[in-house]
């Protein structure tokens, strides 16, 4: 099995947008950025991003050389599931 080590967005500066993020977690030595969607508001309207958005992040994570494998998704304490 291989394992890869991931930085978890939360534990980086918020102000930091996707492409800085990534260039961190490249220059830290990380093998992957863990991304967040949470309960506030700004982490759930990701779930509702556009096409453009979407594309952009994914340009940014092939840019730094750094995949965005994994989702820590907490945003259901706010909407459990099948309530909206």
Same mark, same amino acid.
């Given at each position: ?8 967005? $939360? ?9 800085? $993020?990534?260039?961190?977690? !490249?220059?830290? +030595? ?6 967040? *969607? ?21 340009? !940014?994570?092939?840019?730094?050389? *750094? ?7 907490? +945003? =259901?304490? $706010?909407?459990?599931? +099948?309530? =909206?």
């Amino acid at each position: 099995m291989i394992y890869t080590l991931g930085l978890y967005e $939360k534990a980086m500066p918020n102000a930091l947008d996707f492409r800085e $993020k990534l260039e961190l977690t !490249a220059r830290c +030595g990380f093998d992957r950025l863990e991304i967040s *969607v949470d309960e506030s508001d700004e982490k759930l309207a990701r779930l509702d991003y556009s096409d453009k958005q979407t594309e952009a992040i994914a340009r !940014a994570s092939r840019a730094s050389g *750094v995949p965005i494998s994994t989702m820590c998704l907490s +945003g =259901h304490r $706010k909407y459990p599931f +099948g309530s =909206h």
